[in-house]
């Protein structure tokens, strides 16, 4: 199986940075596209895991969840602190892999080259209403799979119905949608029993669906999307936010100090 070392489009890139602990790969929207496609037609079961500071710092917090990111194929900065930190490690072309704006990219190409795709997680709602919306702006793609699994965990029977199901649609490519870092822990233990490439894309589905807001355009540049997403869902997610952000600044601060002196050394 080839790994993200192999790729050739990825010059002076190839090696992932350290954030925190957490191997980040300065990749582009073309490089991510082309990585997901070449194992998607391969058949290969693999996750890639769109990196924010939330999944960064549940990292620093929990030793499981760390080797969960280490473990992906391929981890993007999908968070523009990410995108700036990697540049302050000398990545100085990284730029952002935004999952809402990944998705429609790969579903592009997938329609194109003939590949199946799946949908895995959300509500039934939201769900109906992004494959409506997917199958209109793709007419020739194919949605092998789709399924709104319940707000619990599975039972192990229902997890393996899951499982052969998604098998069974024979979908080459299933987008998760069950938020982090629920998404990443799901995908983290089904890689090698789920044969797709596994992309966990968060909020995306909701996006792209149209049942939630995204934050201006103008936002995203600044790093300022956490704050709109805040306005916007104050109760859920008041506590990511405000506990997250100010120690990812201080403790991604002190590893920026250490590496400095390090090398002055």
């Known amino acids: 199986m080839r790994s993200i070392e192999s790729y050739d489009c990825l010059p002076g890139r190839i090696e992932p940075s350290t954030i ?19 194992w998607a037609q391969l058949r290969e079961s693999r996750y890639v895991c769109l990196g924010t500071v939330n999944q960064v710092m549940e ?44 998705m429609p990219l790969v579903l592009e190409r997938a329609e194109r080259e003939g590949i199946p795709v ?8 939201v769900l109906d209403q992004l494959t409506a919306i997917v199958r209109a702006r793709y007419p020739k793609l194919r949605i092998a799979y789709a399924f709104s699994p319940p707000f619990r965990p599975l039972t192990l029977e229902e997890d393996m119905q899951v ?19 629920k998404q990443e822990k799901w995908m983290g233990a089904h890689r090698g029993q789920v044969q797709a490439v596994m992309v966990g894309v968060g909020a995306a589905f909701d996006f792209l669906a149209g049942s939630k807001k995204q934050a201006p355009r103008w936002m995203m540049p600044l790093g300022l999307e956490w704050l709109f997403r805040l306005c916007m869902e104050p109760r859920r997610l008041w506590r990511r936010y405000l506990r997250h952000n100010p120690r990812f600044l201080w403790l991604f601060g002190r590893q920026l100090l250490r590496a400095k002196w390090n090398n002055s050394v």
Request: no cysteine; hydrophobic share 45%; proline share 4%.
């Open 163 to 181: 499982v052969g199901a998604i098998n069974a649609s024979e979908a080459r490519i299933l987008f998760i949608g069950l938020g982090n870092p």
């Open 20 to 38: 925190l602990g957490v191997r980040v790969s300065a990749v582009s929207y073309a490089d991510t596209v082309a990585m997901i496609l070449d």
């Open 118 to 125: 799946g949908f895995y997680g959300a509500s039934q709602q």
């Open 59 to 102: 990292s620093h917090d929990s030793a499981a969840f760390r080797e969960v990111m280490n473990q992906a194929d391929l981890v993007t900065p999908d968070g523009m602190p990410l995108v700036w930190g990697l540049r302050l490690l000398g990545e100085r072309s990284a730029s952002r892999v935004y999952g809402p704006d990944l």
